[in-house]
Nanobody, 116 residues
Framework: VQLQASGGGLVQAGGSLRLSCAAS????????MGWFRQPPGKEREFVAS????????HYADSVKGRFTISRDNAKNTVDLQMNSLKPEDTAVYYC??????????WGQGTQVTVSS
């Protein structure tokens, strides 16, 4: 499975960005697609996840109400719409594919920088 993330960039606080993750396929038993981020000098953290069929979604408390994860089955992508961005959202964002307990397949990361 190969994952390709895109859509990062520089945006002012309060602005929006949309990240997209293209997946080459789904590994057997891996039903979740997730977005994670690693802020400068910090550990990687969970942002949001969605099931492969685009059903149930989960969000970190820090992004609830601002970020929306969605699945496009036709394009085989998972998107992360990020609104009302804050400087603390600055991070390298990674998409990943996993089970309900672990994520084993990772994309290369895309930089999101939010200026104040």
């Amino acid at each position: 499975v190969q994952l390709q993330a895109s859509g990062g960039g520089l945006v002012q606080a309060g602005g929006s960005l949309r990240l997209s993750c293209a997946a080459s396929g789904r590994a057997s038993g891996y039903y979740y697609m997730g977005w994670f981020r690693q802020p400068p000098g910090k550990e990687r953290e969970f942002v949001a996840s969605i099931t492969w069929n685009g059903g149930r979604a989960h969000y970190a408390d820090s992004v609830k109400g601002r970020f929306t994860i969605s699945r496009d089955n036709a394009k085989n992508t998972v998107d992360l719409q990020m609104n009302s961005l804050k400087p603390e959202d600055t991070a390298v964002y990674y998409c990943a594919q996993g089970t309900n307990t672990m994520y084993d397949y990772w994309g290369q990361g895309t930089q999101v920088t939010v200026s104040s």
